[in-house]
């Protein structure tokens, strides 16, 4: 029962461009989401979140953008560096409780 | 910036043993959380801690167990190790009241 998907396992940008990873769920009793990012040999690094009660939150070169009746989010990245290329992993929570439940990830790679 | 370190870095086990992983989480966060990454795919939470008290649990046998000390550091136990807990763990940390948790680099554990 994969509760949150990230339907596309890779995808590659020229640097400079728009960077777009989308994740969708499916219990949408979810009210927390988060993107994290990961490079080989590295645990998982926060990147960005969103409430619910948003439905867009933006931080530097990155905005996430959530649309709760299509229980989907994107995660935005502009513009986008070669230091960006990792793998990208969105994550959903019940606000207060305990597990994060994680999309099988996204490997991002950004093209000189 | 995280905080959060795991020790060991790698590990290579036997079918049949037991292990034990530590954390330490970052300065201030009281809630530790462990994860199983099998390769290929997202983070899968195993339990979660507050003060010294499993206080959530994932989809995982009760060989796998945990600690939490009063100084929030905690321990991983597996027991009698299977092939299939060959993945990386990873622990994080949050502090009370916050949702966002925060990851340590992981220990790769190898069970042959």
């Known amino acids: 029962d994969q509760q949150v998907k990230q339907n596309s396992p890779s995808l590659s940008v020229q640097e400079g461009r728009i960077s777009i990873l989308n994740c969708d769920y499916t219990n949408s009793m979810f009210d927390y989401f988060l993107w994290y990012k990961k490079y080989p040999a590295e645990g998982p690094t926060f990147l960005i979140s969103?409430?619910?009660?948003?439905d867009k939150n933006e931080d530097g070169r990155f905005t996430v953008f959530l649309n709760k009746s299509a229980k989907h989010l994107s995660l935005h990245i502009v513009p986008s560096q070669p230091g960006d290329s990792a793998v990208y992993f969105c994550a959903a929570a019940f606000q207060g409780a305990q597990k994060l439940v994680f999309g099988q990830g996204t490997r991002l790679t950004i093209n000189p | 910036e995280t905080g959060v370190t795991q020790s060991p870095t790698h590990l290579i086990k036997t079918r049949g043993q037991q292990v034990t992983l530590r954390c330490s989480s970052q300065?201030?966060?009281?809630?530790v959380s462990w994860y199983q990454q099998a390769l290929g795919q997202g983070p899968q939470f195993i339990f979660q801690?507050?003060?010294?008290?499993?206080?959530g649990r994932g989809n995982f046998p009760p060989r796998f167990s945990g600690l939490q000390f009063p100084n929030y550091s905690s321990e991983l136990n597996v027991n009698a190790l299977e092939l299939d807990d060959s993945a990386l763990y990873l622990c994080?940390?949050?502090?009370?009241?916050?949702?966002?948790?925060?990851f340590g680099p992981g220990t790769r554990l190898t069970v042959l």
């Open positions: 994080a940390s949050r502090a009370g009241g916050t949702d966002t948790q925060y």
């Open positions: 801690y507050y003060r010294e008290e499993e206080n």
């Open positions: 969103i409430s619910s009660i948003k």
């Open positions: 300065s201030g966060h009281n809630t």
